[in-house]
């Protein structure tokens, strides 16, 4: 595939990841559709929350 | 001691090995989500193909490495681990040579990690496809 390039920043790395990640995580760790879907939210703004809060730990250690 | 007439100790259900249980994982192995569609499970199938595959070649678009069974450190055995788990994406990518990128730079770092990632998330799809099809998930 050497002709399609994509360039992603960090954010919006982290961005898709989470949004991916947390769809197969609402289908296959929960039964009910309302559960799935509360679990997928929830899992998104621990993968996106997780990954902003690491950022300003990182920032914080290295002032 | 008299025997307990209220015991209620249960013995776990025998799983049952049934074709579905053998074929929802191959299939949902070959191609993500599939094990899900061949058990109706429309919505979830199609929604699991969709996120598991966009990661996958986003993955190789952002020039991300494929890893091969080449026996090289451990890291790159993982890799290799990752990458299988997304079945026929993993074959269709080595048999065209494609992701072959050095990772010169943060975005293919992503991209091969992307790819990484999808692979090990089709594990869980394959299974959740299992459980369903042993019926111990709706």
Avoid at chain 1, 14 to 40: C, D, N, P, Q, W
Avoid at chain 2, 116 to 131: K, P
């Amino acid at each position: 595939m050497g002709t399609v390039s994509i360039t992603l920043n960090h954010f919006s790395a982290a961005t898709v990841f989470a949004l991916f990640a947390s769809i197969v995580f609402g289908i296959t760790h929960r039964e009910t559709t309302r559960e799935m879907v509360k679990y997928g939210l929830y899992c998104f703004a621990m993968f996106l929350g997780g990954a902003l809060v690491a950022g300003w730990a990182m920032w914080l250690l290295r002032r | 001691m008299a025997n307990s007439t209220t015991d209620k100790t249960k013995t776990a259900p025998a799983e049952s090995i049934s074709v579905m249980s053998v074929l929802a994982p191959a299939v949902g192995w070959l191609i993500p989500g599939a094990g899900h569609l061949i058990q109706r499970r429309w919505i979830r199938g199609l929604l699991l193909f969709a996120s598991i595959v966009t990661l996958f070649l986003l993955g190789l678009a952002m020039q991300g490495r494929i890893y091969r069974a080449n026996g090289g450190d451990i890291l790159d055995m993982l890799g290799f681990v990752g990458d299988l788990g997304a079945g026929g994406l993993y074959i269709l990518t080595t048999v065209n040579d494609w992701g072959q990128g050095a990772i010169a730079f943060a975005t293919a770092d992503y991209g091969t990690k992307f790819m990484i990632v999808a692979g090990l998330l089709n594990f869980i799809s394959i299974a959740d496809a299992y459980h369903i099809a042993i019926g111990k998930k709706q």
